[in-house]
Every structure is written in C-alpha cells, then in structure tokens.
C-alpha cells in the first residue's frame, strides 16, 4: 500500500508463523522455506509470533533474524493461543499476500509456489486442502469428519472440509479479516465467511517435524464446541423443539390418563415413570442452561471487548505499535 517507505520496495508476500514451544524445528523451518521464497523471486517477509513461549524460541529467533532481516518477530506478552497469534501475525502483516502455516513443517513450504500460482490465477483465498489424514488415527478422523459434518449442517457458514490454516489470502480479504473483530476467533470459519473466490490446493500433510503437539482431545472438542457456538445458533433454536415436542406428548399423555380415570377409577402405582420422567426432565433442563450458558459466556467476553492478543515488543517491524485497537495517548 502507498503507506511503505519509498527506500524499501513494497513487500509482495508475508508469511505468517505462530509459534510456541517451537525450538526444535525454528532452524529447519527457515532452512527450507527462505530457499522456496527466494526462488519465487517475490520480496517476502516473515513474521513469526511467539506465543508466550517458555523455551528459547524467541532467542533462536533473534539469532537467526541477524542474517536474515526478512524474518520479523511479534513477540507476544503470554501466550494466547493459536488463533489469537495468527490474527496478531495477520495484522502487522503488510504483503500484498499473506501465507500463513504452522511451524512444525506440517504445512510444506514446496507448496508456497503452487498457492502463488493460484493467486496469479485470480484466486482471493487458496487454501491447501490435506490430502489424506491416514497419519491421524482412526479416533481423531472419525471425530473430525464428524465435526465438519455437524458443523456444515448447523452453519450458515460453510467449511471446506479438507482447509486447515495452510493458506494464502489476497489483501482484499486480511483487509476484511481485520473488520472481524470478534474474541472468540475460529478462524476456520471466519476465513470461510469473509468469502471471496477461493480454491483448495492439495497437499501431503507429514508427521510433526519434532516437538508436540499442543492439542489434546479435550482441547479439539473445546475447539470444535467453540467452533459450533460461534458460527450457529441452531443449538439454542433446538430447545425450542425440544421443548414443543415434549409438551405435545406431555398433554396427549394427560389426556391418556384423565381418560383412563374415567374407564378405570383411579390407581397408585406409578413411582418409576415419576422418577424417570423427573430425572430425564432434569437432565434435559441443565443441558438447556447449560447451552443458554455457552452463549452468555460469549457475550460476556465480547463486552468486555478486551484485545485479542498484546503485543510485548516487536523485532524488525518498523511499526512499533502495541495492539490493533491501541487508542493514541491523550495528547499525542
Ligand atoms: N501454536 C501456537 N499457540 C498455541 C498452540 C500452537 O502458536 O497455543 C502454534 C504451534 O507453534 C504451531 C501451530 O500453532 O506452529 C500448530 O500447532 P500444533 O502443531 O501443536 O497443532 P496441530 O498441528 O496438532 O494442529
Ligand atoms: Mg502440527
């Protein structure tokens, strides 16, 4: 954009990186990616968030940043979690594309060139679409088919299953990925709402380079869950079925019995149906609050319209500001 200083040509593409934890595969994931962004003869940076970190990938960042000045660092004030990283990252990106892809080398960086070809092409959005999942287990494909199908049936919103956070996206669309300013930020689906011509590259997703990942079950269905809740409102919508169905058969069931009394007089017995109608009652009641709950939940946090991430310091962007939303000093 006409904001870049005229001594620097504008940067074409930024790749973004969130990192946490990501020591033993900093080294490697530079050596293969600078070669494939020098090739593309492009002027590229990238930008790589740590996210609060508690190993030296910050200091293996900067010792690599010395004879590398592309490679640029947000360094964040703790860490806030995949996606709140990648908006940081997208943010303070300033290509006329951006990448974004994981650090682990999950996301091949050989693939770079076929997403530029893409873009050329006239595509906003491509997205590398995994090719096969045969590396997860049959717990973790299963559950994930499961989500998307769900997900799809649910939403408005609607997720290309195959898409993962391995992607590039024309200005157009960081531009309008930055009016989303929502806090709980799945990005999957915000990157399928904003739209715009997409298409889907495929790739050979490799095992975690080295290191862990950071997911646990329990976190993929909070995941999933916070996926759910942010982009539909079919589950609050479900109670009111629920509820209509039941009171339908509630009162054909009253009427049962009021007819019963007059062929038969009146008789006692009846505590099982009473426990099991009380407790499945029960049950479904809390599972009701306990959605109303989720919502309520997420207005809270948009209310208090906290920042997404905040920034500690940045290392090589000559933009030194905090958060997005930072409001100038009084006097300034
Ligand atoms: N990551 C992050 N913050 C987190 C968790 C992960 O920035 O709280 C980064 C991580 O360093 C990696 C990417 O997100 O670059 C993907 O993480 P991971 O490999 O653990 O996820 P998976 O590949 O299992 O989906
Ligand atoms: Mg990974």
């Keep these: 954009m006409s904001m870049t200083p005229s ?86 990106a300033q290509g006329a594309a951006v990448v974004t892809m994981d650090a682990d080398l999950q996301h091949p960086p050989d693939v770079i060139p076929d997403f530029i070809a893409k873009w050329e092409e006239g595509y906003e959005v491509v997205y590398g679409a995994r090719r096969s999942r045969t590396k997860d287990g049959w717990l973790k494909r299963l559950t994930s088919q499961g989500f998307y199908a769900v997900f799809n049936r649910l939403s408005d919103t609607k997720l290309p299953p195959d898409a993962g956070d391995f992607r590039l996206m024309d200005r157009v669309v960081v531009e309008a990925l930055k009016r989303l300013g929502e806090h709980s ?6 990157f399928a709402w904003v739209g715009f011509k997409q298409v889907g590259v495929p790739f050979e997703c490799p095992e975690r380079q080295a290191g862990e990942s950071q997911w646990s079950y329990f976190k993929l269905l909070r995941f999933a869950l916070d996926g759910i809740f942010s982009f539909s409102s079919a589950p609050l919508r479900l109670w009111t079925w629920i509820g209509t169905t039941t009171a339908f058969f509630a009162l054909v069931y009253a009427f049962f019995l009021v007819l019963r009394v007059f062929i038969y007089g009146r008789d006692v017995p009846g505590y099982a149906s009473i426990i099991v109608a009380i407790l ?53």
Excluded at 35 to 44: A, E, I, W
Excluded at 185 to 190: A, I, N, P, S, V
């Design 280 to 332: 499945f009652f029960g049950g479904v009641q809390l599972i009701s609050v306990g959605v109303l709950g989720e919502y309520i939940g997420r207005i809270f946090r948009e209310t208090k319209s906290r920042p997404i991430y905040i920034v500690k310091r940045t290392y090589g962007l000559d933009d030194p500001k905090a958060f997005p939303d930072a409001s100038p000093e009084p006097g300034d």
């Design 185 to 190: 930020r799945f990005m999957k689906g915000m």
């Design 7 to 92: 001594e620097d040509p504008p940067i074409e593409l930024s790749v973004v990186v969130p990192m946490r934890n990501e020591s033993l595969s900093v080294s490697e994931l530079f050596d293969t990616l600078l070669p494939v962004l020098q090739d593309t003869g492009k002027s590229y940076e990238i930008l790589c968030i740590n996210d609060g970190s508690t190993d030296d990938t910050l200091a293996l960042l900067l010792a690599r940043q010395k004879d590398e000045p592309a490679i640029k660092i947000v360094d964040l004030s703790r860490g806030f979690g995949k996606e709140a990283a990648l908006t940081s990252g997208i943010d303070h």
